[in-house]
């Protein structure tokens, strides 16, 4: 079995394809400019090429069996609007088409539960919830739901599809990348938390969550990767507590948010600040939405590692 995964420099990728070594021959597909210092095996075949390189993923996909797909753009600003449709729908398409054309019939779509949407009636988010219109919707979140469609699109023209939606996925401090940026508000011991919910997963988690819809061929499915939900407030305190570090103390109020962003673009002016945050995730954060994993507990009997061990493991070999 040769599988190709997209992305697989990243956080997600690269555990994916961990996981998938005992699974088959791994190829993956990076640009020219990405940091593969997350992926340093020889057992990877590593192709160059990129997901808005219709005919770099022509050469690429030639003679897979399947194909996994990580790669996407993961932003929040306004400025980034255009570029989130280019590599989350465009990119996401051309995946797709070039699969349709090489008549390869397996396609593990790794999603967000963004991609899910929010809407101010429901707070419990499930596979089932249907698609609807709302401010609570962010461009990210835009840009991953119109990159699903094409991908049921193309499961109507003939290919197997599974479909996962992780939640904020936790990797090790060491690991460096976005997604572990999280860790560093507490490590900074900043004073204020959101008064809103964090659905968090395990990267381990996601890979083997991935892994196992694929084992048990569970084509045609959508599932909900996420461990557990918990308020900021309670997610600091547990990151302080391990990292000896003092969590947040003080929450923000709806009425704080224009001086948090407006500390947070300073702060990013400055090249204090790494983390990028805009008004709708600022807005988002002070909500509670919890995201549903009960499908894929109940379906694959899937047990989710607690947030104690991730933060654990997390902060190992930490420099």
């Known amino acids: 079995m040769k599988i190709l995964i997209t992305g697989a420099s990243g956080l997600v990728g690269s555990y994916i394809a961990k996981r998938f070594f005992a699974l088959g ?11 593969d210092s997350l992926l340093q095996d020889k057992r990877v075949k590593w192709i160059e090429g990129d997901i808005n390189d219709y005919q770099s993923l022509e050469a ?22 255009k570029a989130l449709m280019d590599v989350n729908l465009i990119g996401t398409a051309n995946v ?52 699903e469609l094409e991908v049921w699109r193309a499961a109507q023209e003939g290919l197997d599809v599974i479909v996962v939606y992780p939640s904020v996925v936790l990797g090790r401090i060491t690991d460096d990348r976005t997604s572990t940026k999280i860790y560093d508000y507490v490590l900074k011991e900043n004073s204020y938390y959101p008064a809103g919910i964090i659905n968090y997963v395990d990267v ?32 600091f305190e547990k990151l302080g507590k391990a990292f000896g570090k ?19 673009w300073l702060g990013r002016l400055l090249g204090l600040s790494k983390i990028p945050i805009s008004p709708q995730s600022a807005k988002l954060a002070q909500l509670k939405f919890s995201m549903s994993n009960e499908r894929i507990k109940k379906e694959l009997n899937f047990e989710f590692k607690t947030l104690e061990e991730t933060i654990s493991w997390a902060k190992e070999n930490e420099s």
Not at 139 to 145: E, F, G, L, Q, V
Not at 204 to 222: F, L, P
Request: proline share 6%; glycine share 6%.
């Open 25 to 35: 021959e791994i190829h993956a597909l990076k640009r020219p400019q990405s940091d």
């Open 204 to 235: 381990r988690d996601v890979a083997e969550a991935v892994a196992q819809c694929y084992i048990k061929e569970t084509w045609g499915m959508r599932y909900i990767i996420n461990a557990g939900s918990i308020p900021y407030k309670q997610f």
């Open 96 to 147: 797709v088409n070039v699969m349709l054309q090489k008549n390869i019939k397996k396609l593990i779509h790794i999603s967000s539960v963004a991609a899910l949407g929010r809407t101010p009636e429901a707070f419990t988010v499930t596979e089932s919830q249907k698609w609807t219109e709302s401010p609570l919707n962010s461009p990210y979140a835009i840009s991953k739901y119109l990159g």
């Open 246 to 264: 003092k969590p947040p103390t003080k929450p923000i109020s709806n009425g704080m948010l224009k001086i948090v962003l407006a500390a947070s």
């Open 60 to 81: 690429a996909f030639e003679g897979m069996d399947m194909i996994i797909h990580v790669a996407g753009l993961v932003s929040y600003l306004d400025k980034d609007k």
